[in-house]
């Protein structure tokens, strides 16, 4: 097991608290914290095999400031909880205001901390709470949300890690765990350089069909694809990201009854449409109680999805993300 030094948890120094950053270490994991969005960032598992792996995409322009971008692009990758997920009337923020603004440091030691924020007056959300604890004894990193309403409702909620997307043929593949019907995003949702075609079923094997007319496997040939948003219904709470060359497996693990679909972000490169600096890769593993990323699309017959949270009662759930190292089988 490599010695990891144990850096102070204190935040890094500046001027604007948008920009505080907290750093937190153990032998098993060293990650940072931004206090915009609360996300998670620079994560790397130390294996007990001596390795050290990096799960998460990160955007090379992060100390470069972007104009007319969200803040949550300006740091994209990583991973943080979206309150609410997506579009919705609730909200004018993608993703919701917690994505955009500063969180504030409630608590913290060298391996954990605990974030808060504090919503507008007059949203339906309150306040969010985020606690982000390294595992004593293993490579884990054990999350937990806590939301607060002013008003008793419904809304969509999700997580957003974003993982690294090797190039390299037969470098990664998706386990995606049990689940129900998976399909590529309707029309209107569908990115403009998606290679696949709008609202398509795809088969129990992965395989999707193009709009060339070819077909690719979801789960195997992801690198093949463009930017897409394919959505898992009834998943089972489990996704393993298989990084074969590197000899890793990561693995995220949520409540089910929390989340009960999982929506995957395809970026190969993603952001062209709203960003200056489109060349980000990476495949986000997005936990979700929703309808893609827009509610209002949900279709008939289809139960309306949301969490249901109540006024004076705080809703939480907790996630997990590991590494495992695995056998490489290409070396």
Known sequence: MPQVPLSPAT?????NPSQHRWHLANQFCDLDVFA???AMHHVRFHLPNGKTVSPLAEASWHETPLDNVAPHIQNIGGEWPCVPFGTTGHDRHHHGYGSDRAWQLIDIDTSS???GIDYPTGHVV???????RLAPDRPEIECGLYIYVNEDCALPIGLHPIFRLPQEEGAFDIAPGAHGQVMTAPQDIAP???LLGAHEVISDSGQARRKDGQSSNIWRQTAQ???EIIAIFDSHGKMSLNYAQEGFRANLCWDARDFPHCLI???NPGLRAISP????QGIGIEPVNSYFDRNDMTPAGMAKAGVALVAGQAWSCHYRLSCEAVENTNS
């Open 225 to 227: 694809l463009g930017e």
């Open 126 to 132: 309150k306040r969010l709470e985020r606690t982000i």
């Open 265 to 267: 972000w395809i970026a």
């Open 277 to 280: 600096a489109p060349h980000f």
């Open 36 to 38: 915009t969005g609360a």
């Open 192 to 194: 403009r350089d998606s």
């Open 113 to 115: 901390l605990r974030l």
């Open 11 to 15: 935040p890094t120094p500046k001027a």
